[in-house]
């Protein structure tokens, strides 16, 4: 049997789960395309090789990735988990530097695993912009201390990772070069796999000794902090074959890659010359984004002028995915470029890791939303395996559109016969959404070309994706791309989004009544909240005229009224106006606060009869406060406001959030990109609440 050696370094790098436009595909309909909301620096430690990328839904702290190398470190080994994802970027330096989850680490039944782990953690408190040449301290050494555990398979305790119970290993004195490192642990003679400090190693021997290990595990950090680690990314996934179980197993050969490389794509492009010169009119080259005015053009649009010259190619106006290649003096069309998808391999093997990531909540392999979370290609007659793995704290069902399968267990009715059979027995009923938790995994084959299990007919794109509602809005979801291959790899469908479940209110009419009044003469009835748009109607009751007046922020009414007249205003923006009568504005006025049609009016706040003078203080109604939502959670997480006042939650991320009460007494309506929900809190207490799609959100309201 073979000895597989992997050689692993963990990486702090940054890591963004939604880099490709459109955010989400599934609600993209009439969206414009837009920039990275940021920049990041991406450093790979041993090549040195520095990019800056923009960014769209970064986490708000490195990612720590598991990243592959060759013997001794000495080169980035980088391979796709799924070389035929459509979505997966370029995982080498040139991409993203490293994947999640980390390297997939594949053997058969009897092999034995050694694993080589550096740990690279040398994290800041902070991130320093490169500019800014000073130094930062680092994390405590507890948070960069990292090991490797592995589901599934078989170890010595010395090789288990599991902190704090991983005895030191007598076959691993600490070397001269890495004694500092382990000695801030405490380690001062031999290396304990369980807590590997940030510049040591360790070498873990794993064993799939027995057809037990047959199916897909995974591997993981177990450190100290091994919860963080995990929600930053430090997982990967284990693949162990059994050459016996020629029913369900997958092998990956070069020639089952596409273009026979692990950092391949399922598309190629491709030119087809035109053969007849088509010349171009002199004003179709502005459509192609080339400047037709002499000076006219910006900097920018020079750059892709220049840029187009220089390659001879020009994007078009018609569907992305195509180009036309011009001449050097841009006078005709020469050839179109354009994608097509490859030929699909007859074996293919899809791994899926469904997880929580920090600040960001649900992910597969890292990644969020259909378009960016896995576009699996397949063709009509591939056998796919999958692997489905679950990490993090909640519970996911597995889903394809289209497609049913069962999970298949050992054979044999005594312990010894089930221990030596290959799992092809049916072990579930036939399903179509299976349900699995933290740290359990599972496998099954589906056969495209053949069966009563497959999608018929096949071609085109099926949902895959995890069927706790919460969980697909957060942008659990990816798909299963059919093809014969050959065909144009055209943008796919995209969907609209849904709209509010909270319709605006219609426009209101609000009837004050002037009274008679008392020391300081005729004023309004109380201070009133109404939403924009609405309209206050005053009607004087008394005897003798008034002259009516409104005048902050600026002066907005001034109307004399005789007895039995009224007058009307449209409030149209938002704010907070006085009004009063002209002779006693200085001691006695009344409020009118004007709140977005969303927001949440209390009963009692509305219009109010006068029974005094009004108040000479702000109004009654307290203060407003702005609580934003961003990818990173609420933004102020502590609140500090007096009783009475109202908060506002604003959601100011692509995807939909609440806000809910722990104890679910209150809760806000999902609130999609952009919209906005606010409420009072007319008592004391200390309220703590969180994002009902993401758990990880919390924050909380203190009302003194």
């Given at each position: 049997?073979?000895?597989?050696?992997?050689?692993?370094?963990?990486?702090?790098?940054?890591?963004?789960?939604?880099?490709?436009w459109?955010?989400?595909?599934a609600?993209?309909?009439?969206?414009?395309?837009?920039?990275?909301?940021?920049?990041?620096?991406?450093?790979?430690?041993?090549?040195?090789?520095?990019?800056?990328?923009?960014?769209?839904?970064?986490?708000?702290?490195?990612?720590?990735?598991?990243?592959?190398?060759?013997?001794d470190?000495?080169?980035?080994?980088?391979?796709?988990?799924?070389?035929?994802?459509?979505?997966?970027?370029?995982?080498?330096?040139?991409?993203?530097?490293?994947t999640?989850?980390?390297?997939?680490?594949?053997?058969e039944?009897?092999?034995?695993?050694?694993?080589?782990?550096?740990?690279?953690?040398?994290?800041?408190?902070?991130?320093?912009?490169?500019?800014?040449?000073?130094?930062?301290?680092?994390?405590?050494?507890?948070?960069?201390?990292?090991?490797?555990?592995?589901?599934?398979?078989?170890?010595?305790?010395?090789?288990d990772?599991?902190?704090?119970?991983?005895?030191?290993?007598?076959?691993?004195?600490?070397?001269?070069?890495?004694?500092?490192?382990?000695?801030?642990?405490?380690?001062?003679?031999?290396?304990?796999?369980?807590?590997?400090?940030?510049?040591?190693?360790?070498t873990?021997?794993?064993?799939?000794?027995?057809?037990?290990?047959?199916?897909?595990w995974?591997?993981?950090?177990?450190?100290?902090?091994?919860?963080?680690?995990?929600?930053?990314?430090?997982?990967?996934i284990?693949?162990?074959?059994?050459p016996?179980?020629?029913?369900?197993?997958?092998?990956?050969?070069?020639?089952?890659?596409?273009?026979?490389?692990?950092?391949?794509?399922?598309?190629?492009?491709?030119?087809?010359?035109?053969?007849?010169?088509?010349?171009?009119?002199?004003?179709?080259l502005?459509?192609?984004?080339?400047?037709?005015?002499?000076?006219?053009?910006?900097?920018?649009?020079?750059?892709?002028?220049?840029?187009?010259?220089?390659?001879?190619?020009?994007?078009?106006?018609?569907?992305?995915g195509m180009?036309?290649?011009?001449?050097?003096?841009?006078?005709?069309?020469?050839?179109?470029?354009?994608?097509?998808?490859?030929?699909?391999?007859?074996?293919?093997?899809?791994l899926?890791?469904?997880?929580?990531?920090?600040?960001?909540?649900?992910?597969?392999?890292g990644?969020?939303?259909l378009?960016?979370?896995p576009?699996?290609?397949?063709?009509p007659?591939?056998?796919?395996?999958?692997?489905?793995?679950?990490?993090?704290?909640?519970?996911?069902?597995?889903h394809i559109?289209?497609?049913?399968?069962?999970?298949p267990?050992?054979?044999?009715?005594?312990?010894a016969?089930?221990?030596?059979?290959?799992?092809?027995?049916?072990?579930?009923?036939?399903?179509?959404?299976?349900?699995?938790?933290?740290a359990?995994?599972?496998?099954?084959t589906?056969?495209?070309?053949?069966?009563?299990?497959?999608?018929?007919?096949?071609?085109?794109?099926?949902?895959?994706?995890?069927h706790?509602?919460?969980?697909?809005?957060?942008?659990?979801?990816?798909?299963?791309?059919?093809?014969?291959?050959g065909?144009?790899?055209l943008?796919?469908?995209?969907g609209?989004?849904?709209?509010?479940?909270?319709?605006?209110?219609?426009?209101?009419t609000?009837?004050?009544?002037?009274?008679?009044?008392?020391?300081?003469?005729?004023?309004?009835?109380?201070?009133?909240?109404?939403?924009?748009?609405?309209?206050?109607?005053?009607?004087?009751?008394?005897?003798?005229?008034?002259?009516?007046?409104?005048?902050?922020?600026?002066?907005?009414?001034?109307?004399?009224?005789k007895?039995?007249?009224?007058?009307?205003?449209?409030?149209?923006?938002?704010?907070?106006?006085?009004?009063g009568?002209?002779?006693?504005?200085?001691?006695?006025?009344?409020?009118?606060?004007?709140?977005?049609?969303?927001?949440?009016i209390?009963?009692?706040?509305?219009?109010?009869?006068?029974?005094?003078?009004?108040?000479?203080?702000?109004?009654?109604?307290?203060?407003?406060h702005?609580?934003?939502?961003?990818?990173?959670?609420?933004?102020p997480?502590?609140?500090?406001i007096s009783?009475?006042?109202?908060?506002?939650?604003?959601?100011?991320?692509?995807s939909?959030?609440?806000?809910?009460?722990?104890?679910?007494?209150?809760?806000?309506?999902?609130?999609?990109?952009?919209?906005?929900?606010?409420?009072?809190?007319?008592?004391?207490?200390?309220?703590?609440?969180?994002?009902?799609?993401?758990?990880?959100?919390?924050?909380?309201?203190?009302?003194?």
């Amino acid at each position: 049997m073979a000895t597989v050696e992997v050689w692993i370094q963990l990486e702090p790098n940054a890591w963004d789960v939604s880099p490709r436009w459109p955010v989400d595909r599934a609600t993209a309909e009439g969206a414009l395309p837009v920039a990275g909301l940021s920049q990041v620096q991406l450093t790979s430690p041993i090549t040195h090789k520095t990019r800056t990328v923009s960014v769209r839904r970064p986490l708000p702290q490195a990612a720590l990735i598991l990243r592959r190398y060759t013997a001794d470190w000495r080169q980035p080994d980088d391979r796709k988990v799924n070389p035929w994802d459509l979505n997966e970027p370029d995982p080498t330096d040139e991409g993203t530097m490293g994947t999640i989850p980390g390297p997939v680490i594949e053997c058969e039944v009897g092999d034995t695993v050694r694993v080589h782990f550096r740990n690279m953690d040398f994290r800041p408190v902070r991130v320093v912009p490169p500019w800014e040449a000073r130094e930062v301290p680092l994390l405590p050494v507890e948070l960069r201390t990292h090991s490797l555990h592995a589901h599934g398979l078989l170890y010595a305790r010395e090789h288990d990772g599991a902190y704090p119970l991983t005895p030191p290993d007598r076959g691993q004195p600490v070397e001269a070069g890495e004694a500092a490192a382990w000695a801030l642990l405490g380690v001062r003679s031999l290396k304990q796999g369980d807590r590997v400090p940030p510049g040591a190693t360790f070498t873990y021997t794993w064993e799939a000794r027995w057809g037990t290990s047959a199916g897909v595990w995974h591997y993981h950090d177990h450190s100290i902090a091994h919860e963080l680690s995990m929600g930053l990314g430090a997982i990967g996934i284990i693949v162990v074959r059994n050459p016996d179980d020629q029913e369900n197993e997958v092998e990956i050969t070069p020639a089952r890659l596409p273009d026979g490389s692990w950092t391949g794509s399922p598309v190629e492009s491709r030119s087809s010359d035109l053969g007849d010169r088509l010349r171009i009119m002199p004003h179709d080259l502005g459509l192609l984004g080339v400047p037709t005015v002499e000076g006219a053009a910006s900097r920018f649009e020079e750059g892709i002028r220049d840029a187009a010259m220089d390659a001879g190619i020009l994007p078009p106006p018609g569907p992305p995915g195509m180009a036309l290649e011009l001449d050097p003096d841009l006078g005709y069309v020469k050839a179109l470029d354009y994608d097509t998808y490859r030929k699909p391999p007859d074996q293919a093997r899809f791994l899926l890791l469904f997880h929580e990531m920090a600040g960001v909540g649900m992910c597969i392999n890292g990644r969020q939303h259909l378009g960016n979370a896995p576009t699996l290609v397949a063709g009509p007659k591939t056998r796919m395996r999958f692997g489905i793995v679950g990490a993090g704290d909640a519970f996911h069902t597995f889903h394809i559109h289209g497609h049913r399968w069962v999970v298949p267990g050992p054979a044999g009715k005594t312990q010894a016969a089930i221990a030596k059979s290959p799992q092809v027995q049916a072990a579930t009923p036939f399903e179509d959404a299976h349900v699995f938790g933290p740290a359990s995994s599972f496998a099954f084959t589906l056969e495209e070309g053949e069966g009563m299990m497959r999608a018929d007919p096949a071609i085109g794109e099926w949902h895959l994706h995890c069927h706790v509602g919460h969980h697909m809005m957060e942008g659990m979801v990816g798909s299963l791309l059919i093809v014969e291959g050959g065909e144009l790899a055209l943008p796919l469908p995209i969907g609209r989004g849904v709209p509010d479940g909270e319709p605006a209110p219609e426009p209101e009419t609000h009837t004050i009544n002037l009274i008679d009044g008392r020391r300081y003469g005729p004023i309004a009835g109380g201070d009133i909240k109404i939403h924009q748009g609405d309209t206050v109607i005053w009607v004087n009751t008394m005897k003798n005229a008034i002259e009516l007046h409104g005048d902050q922020p600026t002066k907005w009414l001034t109307a004399p009224l005789k007895p039995g007249e009224s007058v009307s205003y449209t409030f149209n923006s938002l704010g907070k106006f006085r009004w009063g009568h002209a002779a006693s504005l200085g001691t006695a006025y009344a409020w009118i606060e004007v709140v977005p049609p969303s927001h949440y009016i209390a009963p009692g706040s509305g219009t109010g009869a006068a029974t005094g003078p009004a108040p000479a203080a702000p109004p009654a109604g307290g203060t407003t406060h702005q609580v934003a939502i961003t990818s990173t959670g609420f933004a102020p997480s502590t609140l500090s406001i007096s009783a009475g006042d109202s908060v506002n939650w604003t959601n100011q991320d692509y995807s939909a959030h609440t806000a809910t009460a722990d104890d679910h007494s209150w809760a806000t309506p999902t609130l999609t990109s952009g919209k906005s929900f606010a409420r009072p809190f007319p008592s004391a207490g200390t309220f703590a609440y969180h994002c009902h799609i993401h758990h990880e959100m919390t924050a909380t309201v203190v009302v003194a």
